[in-house]
T-cell receptor, first 113, second 113 residues
Framework: DAGVIQSPRHEVTEMGQEVTLRCKPI?????LFWYRQTMMRGLELLIY????????DSGMPEDRFSAKMPNASFSTLKIQPSEPRDSAVYFCASVGQGGPEAFFGQGTRLTVV | GDSVTQMEGPVTLSEEAFLTINCTYTATGYPSLFWYVQYPGEGLQLLLK?????DKGSNKGFEATYRKETTSFHLEKGSVQVSDSAVYFC????????????FGAGTRLAVHP
């Protein structure tokens, strides 16, 4: 298996633009997590899904952030409109049914200018 | 609430020195405990894990023992190498928590020849 695949690896966008980050979890995994990593706040859990259903989105910073998981093999994290303070590395991770190990993607480095 | 406290970095060591990175957690029930490692520009990788009290996780010369009485999971290595330079994250999954990972702030390790 190719592991968790995130795209794009790098994204530079202007403030106010919409940004969509993508994640393909490992085939057969049923839990998916979105994390944000910054120097100031470390690793923050934004939202997670189980069997494609959002379980807890209390970590989503504000209404500008939204996430979807339309099927077991794809998830998106959207920021609209983006702001400079959203600049961070965003990670996606998936966990198999038996758990507990989480497998992380390589991350998307987002820069909002 | 659930949380992880780990040693602040950076930790700077000479090659072949002994490494300890302290980690304590606050959780109810019987969480599973993990150490993840992040090399520059990459996602997090599982280094080792322990799923019940007194278990010892080990990998690549690193070890950590699940101490429920002290709610600790300290990471140790007897002789570090330059290639061990990375950021180390202590984490746990709460009991019955959909394998959601709670991370510590991370400890940066720099090993010099």
């Amino acid at each position: 298996d190719a592991g968790v695949i995130q795209s794009p690896r790098h994204e530079v966008t202007e403030m106010g633009q919409e940004v969509t980050l993508r994640c393909k979890p490992i085939s057969g995994h049923n839990s998916l997590f979105w994390y944000r990593q910054t120097m100031m706040r470390g690793l923050e859990l934004l939202i997670y899904f189980n069997n494609n259903v959002p379980i807890d989105d209390s970590g989503m910073p504000e209404d500008r952030f939204s996430a979807k998981m339309p099927n077991a093999s794809f998830s998106t994290l959207k920021i609209q409109p983006s702001e400079p303070r959203d600049s961070a590395v965003y990670f996606c991770a998936s966990v198999g049914q038996g758990g507990p190990e989480a497998f992380f993607g390589q991350g998307t480095r987002l820069t909002v200018v | 609430g659930d949380s992880v406290t780990q040693m602040e970095g950076p930790v700077t060591l000479s090659e072949e020195a002994f490494l300890t990175i302290n980690c304590t957690y606050t959780a109810t029930g019987y969480p599973s405990l993990f150490w993840y490692v992040q090399y520059p520009g990459e996602g997090l990788q599982l280094l080792l894990k322990a799923t019940k009290a007194d278990d010892k996780g080990s990998n690549k010369g690193f070890e950590a023992t699940y101490r429920k009485e002290t709610t600790s999971f300290h990471l140790e290595k007897g002789s570090v190498q330059v290639s061990d330079s990375a950021v180390y994250f202590c984490a746990f999954t709460p009991s019955g928590g959909y394998n959601k990972l709670i991370f510590g702030a991370g400890t940066r390790l720099a090993v010099h020849p």
